[in-house]
């Protein structure tokens, strides 16, 4: 036995030693391209201003080289302590959503504050970071604060606050397009300024961190027997999540947004035989810096043959792999979902009429209302016919979205037996808006066919993959989310990768990704409504199926269906039924999360009736939005996508909330 306990613990310290020593080998072989060997110390110590050479490595070169060694081990040491604190090794500022907080604070205030942004950038991103990390708590808070349900509040304000970027992006046009490089991590360096930074502030950390040693250590008890010990839980609990958060942000306001190194640093730490919290703290903060510095090595390596990637989307994908091996091994206590309402209606005609005439007052409004001259109001007759071309081919095409995301929610909802669930939040959506964002960066023409096949591609892929890691567990609600989450995560680095490259075409796709529908044509209209009148249409034939799976395995088949095909058949029209969505207002969008639970609590429970009444839903939803989005901001204009995914963003958060009490 001990010659294998002693091979796994060898291991994963020999990998990383080896990772740091290609590391070095690599800057090396960079720096001998650029200057001889007998003029590296003098480039480190008083570089000669006349040679562009030395100027480039002293400004650009070394602090690079450094930021990845202090950024990394920032990230390692506020991993292994939101670890700590929390009992989950899922825990890091990525997934708590504290580095999406302190991004988009810092992109706000340097927007609309750049002074303050200039001379208080580290106070930004600390008050963005502490803002989210808040939020995530209170959400958890009903679920005492379990693992599953602070990772899902945490990626889910992750996912929001993409979208509010998205959305400033592109309000601020082309010249933002260096927005989406930092929000994916950018180690690039023009100076030693970040260094000077980011460094004081890390080391004075880790002397923090070395004084919580002891307390951290007591949090591995449970929390009867460590207040025995004399421990103030909350105070310390308090003061390591601030210091934490304080790393991560501060961290972000240096490189931007990286995930993966703060949960990654910590299990390799474990796993290389660091047992006790403070040699595993040592350990993640090593290894942090080396994972960051090799992954960047291996970009600037990759860079001599393609467009340099940002380092924080390219360790992005190695995300989803991670939180699949972690959730095998999370033990989860929540028991799986239950429907949020129980209430039956007795007359469900007359709710479904309702609501259609409601949704039809909502069209006219959206067509007729609007500000003018003389202030807001209502077109004449005569004039609605000259509105009618620019106004009714996007309200058309938003509310034909609407309907094909609530039935591709209502679907899946149905297939996972969970509530929470929906075509964005599980990666269908975003699988979708990779294929056509491939197929627009790589095909020189296309066709809306081809852009169709494309997303179907895309979001059968990732339906696919959450359906079979879902198949070990059960499909026990809670790990269905996580697993599309981790899809989610890899596809959205992978687009991140993709928008960062700066080629021509990105803009025209960033306006498509946020949910414009500022472009669509009357025939892209008449298209997209002939889809959703079909999708309805096909509806009723798998209304059986829909009331059958959500009884368990064992008792559809025992009522004759064949879950197999069901499922099959299901899947394939749910993906499709999303592709079209998302090629109608893009991926960021609540909407397959709110409609079906939105019929659902006006008491419709059955299959069909719920179809129905979320695709009535999920109509209003998108032409009111698309209305808000015309209005809001006038003259300028939001994409109907963005507005309701800050819309749909904090419903979702509302109902994990509401779930928990």
Known sequence: MMPTQEKRRIGPA????????????????????????????????????????????????????????????????SGIIFQQVLRTPLADPSTLGVSAGAYLALAFATLWAPALAASARELVALIGGLAACALVFLIAWPHRLSPVSLILAGLVIT????????????SYGMGMTGLFVWASGSLTQNDWAAVSRLLPY????????????????????????ARSLGLPLFHVRLLSIILAVLLAAFTVSAVGVIGVV?????????????????????????????????????????????????????????????????????????????????????????????????????????????PSLNGWSFVSPSQMQ?????????????????????????????MTSNPMASPEVIGVSTGAALGILLLVLLAPSFTPISQLGAAAAGAIVSLVAVLLMGYRSRYNPDHVLLFGIAINTAFTA???????????????????????????????????????????????LFTRWLDLLPLGEASSKGLGLSTSISR?????????????????????????????????????????????AAALAGAAITTGADFIGRIALFPNQLPVGIVTSLIGGPYFLWLMRRQGR
């Open 262 to 370: 703060g949960f990654a640093a910590p299990f390799i730490a474990r796993a290389a035989g660091a047992r006790r919290l403070q040699p595993r703290m040592i350990a993640s903060v090593a290894i942090g810096a080396i994972l960051l510095l090799a992954a960047d090595e291996a970009l600037q390596q990759a860079a001599r043959f393609v467009r340099e990637i940002p380092a924080g989307a390219a360790t992005g994908l190695l995300g989803a792999p991670l939180i699949v091996i972690f959730l095998k091994r999370l033990s989860v206590v929540e028991t799986p979902a239950s429907p949020i309402a129980e209430k039956r209606i007795h007359r469900p005609l007359l709710y479904l009429a309702t609501t259609a005439v409601m949704l039809l007052a909502l069209i006219w409004v959206s067509l007729s209302l609007g």
């Open 14 to 77: 020999a990998i990383m030693l080896c990772l740091f020593l290609a590391a070095l080998i690599s800057a090396a072989m960079r720096l001998s391209e650029l200057l001889p060997l007998h003029d590296w110390w003098q480039v480190a110590i008083n570089p000669d201003l006349n040679s562009y050479a030395q100027v480039l490595v002293h400004d650009s070169v070394l602090p690079r080289f450094l930021i990845a060694l202090v950024a990394g081990g920032a990230l390692g040491l």
């Open 159 to 170: 996912f929001v606050c993409g979208a509010v970027s998205a959305a400033v992006s592109l």
């Open 386 to 414: 000259s509105l009618l071309i620019w106004r009714l081919p996007r309200l058309a095409a938003a509310a034909a979205a609407g309907i094909l995301f609530a039935l591709s929610g209502t679907i899946i909802q149905r």
């Open 494 to 540: 992978l687009i991140a990768i993709l928008l960062g490259t700066g080629l021509p075409k990105i803009f025209g796709v960033l306006q498509w990704m946020v949910g414009s529908t500022y472009s669509t044509t009357p025939m892209q209209a008449t298209i997209a409504v002939a889809v959703a009148a079909v999708a309805l249409v096909i509806t009723p």
């Open 202 to 225: 890390t080391l004075c950390a880790c002397l923090g961190a070395a004084f919580l040693v002891r307390p951290l250590e007591l949090l591995s008890l449970n929390d009867e027997r």
């Open 568 to 612: 099959a058949a299901l899947l394939l029209f749910s993906a499709i039924s999303a592709s079209a969505a998302t090629l109608l207002i893009g991926p960021l969008s609540f909407v397959g999360l709110m409609a079906p639970h939105i019929a659902r609590t006006l008491g419709f429970q059955r299959a069909l009736p719920q179809m129905i």
